[in-house]
């Protein structure tokens, strides 16, 4: 029961997000005619120099990539998401048209396009699965690096996929910064969907004065800290490092804390994503 109830949410997720990328991809990047990102975008540049459905077009690209990457992301991961390609790609040529399709102003219509396109994929990517093609090998470097970020992997990715319907659909640099825009965009809202809003940062804080620095931090943000015994590799002098994970909104408190304390303290910080190493585990 509790597997069969499982794949219902999976199958529930499969549609809402498949109808978020769809009304991202074609009802407003498709109509504001500037580049989408990943293999949808490459699709998006045969819909606008052949007028091929894009949900088709999305899927034949598939077969090749999924057959490359099938070894690394593993047969179960492979079987999901052949069930959510083809309940995106058919959401795209059928569903999507039903929908009226924008045509204001090309700004709105990318940032619509990279926050509807990013929760549909970060509703996916929860469920362990893709929508394939790009996303195999995003999923295949992140198996292979776990520290990276699917966001980071992801934009890098699809400014390559910008760039490519740059140079053979609009030939405008107004539509590379919009493609650019819609990148970012969307990597920006599956981290913060994936990892959380309040994911935030991780310090680490080399002072003198470490338990006046960790008493200060817990007085300005009520975050309690860490000491880290550290060693310099040149000086061989003992040192302790404060280490404290905060949200977004905490750093610029934790920052003045430590500089009320120590002027002379260095700071780093880390994503605390990258920290943790959350991996996405395909199998």
Sequence with gaps: MAQK????????MDIVG???????TYNFAAAAKFPMVGLNGIALIFYHLLGTPIGLVAMLLNVP???????????????RSLRTILITSVIMDYIAPMFPVYEGDRMLAAVCTGVFSGLGFALIYMRNSSTGGMDF???????????LSLGKISFAADM???LIGVVMVSRDMDSLIYGAIVSYLLSIVVDKVMYGVDSGKMALIVTDYPKKVAEQID???????????AEGSYSREEKDVVMCACNNKQMF?????????????FVIILESNEVLGEGFKPH
């Excluded at 057959?67 to 179960?76: D, M, N, T, W």
């Excluded at 007085?219 to 015994?229: E, M």
């Design 5 to 12: 109830r499982k794949r219902m949410v999976d199958i529930l």
């Design 18 to 24: 498949g109808i978020l990328i769809a009304l991202g």
């Design 65 to 79: 990539i999924a057959i490359a990457c099938f070894k690394i992301l593993g047969r179960r991961f492979f079987l």
């Design 137 to 147: 090998i995003i999923m295949s470097v992140k198996a292979k690096n776990p520290h």
């Design 160 to 162: 390559l996929v910008v």
């Design 219 to 229: 007085l300005l943000t009520g975050r309690g800290a860490t000491y880290l015994k």
């Design 253 to 265: 408190t934790i920052r003045s804390a430590v500089k009320e304390i120590d002027q002379k303290a």
